[in-house]
């Protein structure tokens, strides 16, 4: 693929000017891959909703290279601190207060008083924020409500040519978004992922709420409808429909045409890593609907299951 480039010094140089003329490309992270634009530069976020398909009141979450360059930008406290020491750079998205003299474009934080930001683990990604003088706004690089990509290829599918310069990875490692914590008030979980609350509650040293509904989205995930295949998803199903692809997990079943394993070895990180494939596996082959079987909902298996949750509605 022409667009597609592979990790290099040469090409890390290429994205780094392509993201200083404001434009947009893809990259990898530990999560999913992501389009990534100058978070500093109103037009560089407008072109990311637009190319997105986006709507304006759902905030993108800014990606930073390390704590030194976010106190530019956002206020924080001991629960942050305590967080960001245990689990950054990693997979934990948090929501902050914004400061008023921060350069975030107002759009991408949907002219909130929050903001969200990551310090993403990945290499690439890493090497190539610690060479910009901006942080990066990086939602999944796929249309809004519709499956997060876990490689290369899947940004092409989504986008075509639209996106000239994809930085090369290989596959996510985790394969489901960030979790996502609010910071801005009582610490509550908005977006379950591979970081638990269970681990969460254990590093705070108190309870944290899960807030599954609330008026106004202040993070990514928050909204009913998303990591949707366009297809109708029946859960918690027991017996196969054989007009429908049958999502199973786990040794017991005997593989048959339309039966698609997240993990054989019922390895539920094996399992979040193939979801977002095998939706778009299935997509593919063109069936008409989706049947799942009840996924265990423990640590990762929460992400898993409310992925698929916002995917059927």
Do not use: C, W
């Amino acid at each position: 693929m022409k667009n597609i480039y592979r990790n290099s010094f040469y090409n890390l140089n290429k994205a780094k000017r392509i993201l200083e003329k404001n434009q947009i490309l893809a990259l990898p992270t530990e999560t999913v891959y992501g389009l990534a634009g100058n978070a500093y530069s109103h037009k560089s976020v407008k072109r990311i909703y637009s190319l997105k398909k986006r709507p304006q009141k759902n905030p993108l979450i800014i990606h930073y290279y390390n704590l030194e360059l976010l106190k530019k930008d956002a206020e924080y406290d001991k629960n942050f601190l305590r967080l960001y020491k245990k689990f950054s750079p990693g997979p934990l998205t948090y929501i902050l207060k914004k400061k008023k003299k921060s350069k975030v474009s107002k759009f991408a934080n949907a002219k909130l008083k929050t903001i969200a930001v990551r310090f993403p683990k990945n290499k690439i990604i890493r090497s190539l924020l610690k060479k910009l003088a901006f942080p990066l706004a990086i939602p999944s690089a796929n249309i809004s409500t519709g499956v997060s990509p876990t490689d290369p290829l899947d940004v092409v599918d989504e986008f075509k040519n639209k996106i000239k310069f994809i930085l090369n990875g290989g596959k996510s490692l985790i394969g489901l978004e960030s979790t996502v914590i609010n910071l801005s008030s009582k610490p509550a979980i908005l977006r379950p992922g591979s970081i638990s609350r269970t681990q969460i509650e254990k590093v705070l040293g108190k309870k944290v709420s899960n807030v599954t509904k609330s008026k106004f989205v202040i993070s990514p995930g928050m909204h009913k409808r998303h990591y949707s295949p366009g297809i109708p998803i029946k859960l918690n199903s027991i017996k196969p429909d054989y007009k429908a692809a049958f999502i199973v997990f786990g040794k017991k079943y005997k593989m048959k045409k339309n039966m698609f394993n997240l993990s054989k070895k019922s390895n539920l990180k094996e399992a979040a890593k193939n979801l977002y494939k095998v939706l778009r596996k299935i997509k593919k082959l063109k069936y008409k609907k989706i049947n799942v079987v009840k996924i265990p909902n423990k640590n990762i298996g929460i992400a898993i299951n409310d992925r698929l949750k916002k995917a059927s509605n």
